[in-house]
């Protein structure tokens, strides 16, 4: 275990540096006419008067009260930085800047791939990426499918909960089995293609000014961060790939990436919809009739996740038969020749699912 703090920050580097790289062509190009509007300034009080006190600075040090507090013409000032910066799509280095700071996952965890990375940007950079983030949403929120329901208004884990608990109730009193894959992405967030994310997003109704700040500022090709450690940082390295934990738009942007296509693909027939998957952002739970369709399923996200550099953490990732049988109906499951672990009881966002399908286990707690 490493003691001094140098050392520490030099492994935290280590560790971002090879956590965030990939493999990457050219800057891509916008195809896009380069156009879209002037930022006004309703739009920047908005998106300031949404900014939380007592949050931490980002690189330059700025805190949140003093945006906050600034008067008519900081505000008429704040509008002209950031038009400068939409329509000439020319980013300041310090904006492609951000501080990691580590959450340990689990307490008195001690290896880096145990804590999570929380981005802390600057205020500006979030008053920026809050306009365009409330502009592309109307683009955006109309294709995220409607089995998502993470990040997404009016719906939170208990809806999630709630749509699995009417499934497995509904397949119990019809007296069929009910099988279902929880599957647990590795670090999903920190792994996301910028080439592959950008290509998505030029699909949709997006203005090209906008486009162009997302690739300069977000998908930027000399995106760099470093780890602060109390209140030492570490060096600068490079960010290649992933959504940054924290940022205002990794959440849409996110959601836009992971639209996994299982449209096709048998699942549970519900009021003549195929219904064959949920998740709650990157928790994703396949649903299945039998063994074999939730094994096609299956086969379907690690060929679609690999194309999109996801990577299925196989020993996390877990199946049950939800069944009435007083045995439980065996079954096999593999994912590139690793046995997928059959289990009785699971917990599915702080719910405790059983394969009985009742919710006796979570009402005793």
């Given at each position: 275990?490493?003691?001094e703090?140098?050392e520490?920050l030099n492994r935290?580097?280590e560790?971002?540096?090879?956590l965030?790289?990939d ?13 879209g509007?002037?930022?006004l300034k309703e739009?920047?009080e ?5 900014l939380?006190n007592?949050?931490?600075?980002g690189p330059d040090n700025?805190?949140v ?9 900081g ?17 300041p280095?310090?904006?492609?800047k ?7 996952k689990?307490p ?17 950079t979030?008053i ?9 949403r109307?683009?955006i929120?109309p294709?995220?499918?409607p089995?998502q329901?993470g990040?997404?208004?009016d719906k ?9 608990s009417?499934l497995m ?8 089995d009910?099988?279902l ?10 792994k ?10 030029e699909?949709l109704d997006?203005?090209g000014?906008?486009l162009?700040?997302i690739?300069n500022?977000?998908?930027?090709w000399?995106?760099?961060a ?5 209140v030492e ?10 959504v940054?934990?924290?940022c205002v ?8 990436y992971i ?7 048998s699942?549970l027939?519900i009021?003549g919809?195929i ?7 990157d ?7 039998s063994?074999?369709?939730?094994q096609?399923l ?10 999109m550099?996801?990577?299925l ?5 877990e199946?049950m ?5 007083s ?17 009785t009881?699971c ?7 059983t394969s009985?399908?009742?919710?006796t286990?979570e009402?005793?707690?």
């Amino acid at each position: 275990m490493l003691m001094e703090k140098k050392e520490i920050l030099n492994r935290w580097s280590e560790y971002v540096e090879d956590l965030f790289k990939d493999d990457r062509c050219k800057k891509p190009k916008i195809k896009k006419k380069i156009e879209g509007p002037t930022i006004l300034k309703e739009e920047v009080e908005a998106a300031i008067k949404k900014l939380e006190n007592g949050k931490a600075t980002g690189p330059d040090n700025i805190p949140v009260e003093i945006i906050k507090a600034l008067d008519n013409l900081g505000i008429d000032l704040t509008t002209k930085l950031l038009n400068a910066t939409y329509n000439s799509g020319t980013i300041p280095e310090d904006l492609c800047k951000s501080v990691f700071i580590v959450l340990p996952k689990t307490p008195g965890a001690a290896e880096c791939e145990l804590h999570r990375t929380i981005s802390l940007i600057t205020h500006f950079t979030k008053i920026l990426l809050r306009i365009l983030m409330h502009r592309m949403r109307k683009s955006i929120r109309p294709e995220i499918s409607p089995k998502q329901f993470g990040f997404m208004p009016d719906k939170v884990t208990r809806n999630a909960i709630f749509t699995l608990s009417m499934l497995m109730e509904g397949c119990i009193e019809m007296q069929k089995d009910l099988h279902l894959c929880f599957i647990d992405y590795s670090k999903a967030f920190d792994k996301v293609r910028h080439v592959e994310l950008f290509r998505m997003l030029e699909k949709l109704d997006i203005d090209g000014k906008d486009l162009r700040v997302i690739r300069n500022l977000y998908m930027y090709w000399d995106q760099t961060a470093s780890v602060r450690i109390e209140v030492e940082h570490s060096d600068f390295k490079p960010i290649k790939r992933g959504v940054r934990q924290g940022c205002v738009m990794s959440p849409d942007l996110f959601n836009v990436y992971i639209l996994r296509n299982f449209y096709g693909i048998s699942g549970l027939k519900i009021n003549g919809e195929i219904l064959n998957n949920l998740r709650y952002a990157d928790d994703t739970v396949l649903i299945a009739e039998s063994g074999k369709q939730l094994q096609k399923l299956l086969d379907t996200a690690v060929l679609e996740s690999k194309r999109m550099g996801l990577s299925l953490n196989v020993k996390k990732t877990e199946f049950m038969v939800i069944s009435k049988k007083s045995s439980n109906p065996k079954c096999n499951l593999v994912s590139k020749r690793e046995q997928i672990k059959q289990v009785t009881k699971c917990k599915y966002l702080g719910y405790l699912i059983t394969s009985d399908g009742r919710c006796t286990s979570e009402i005793s707690k």
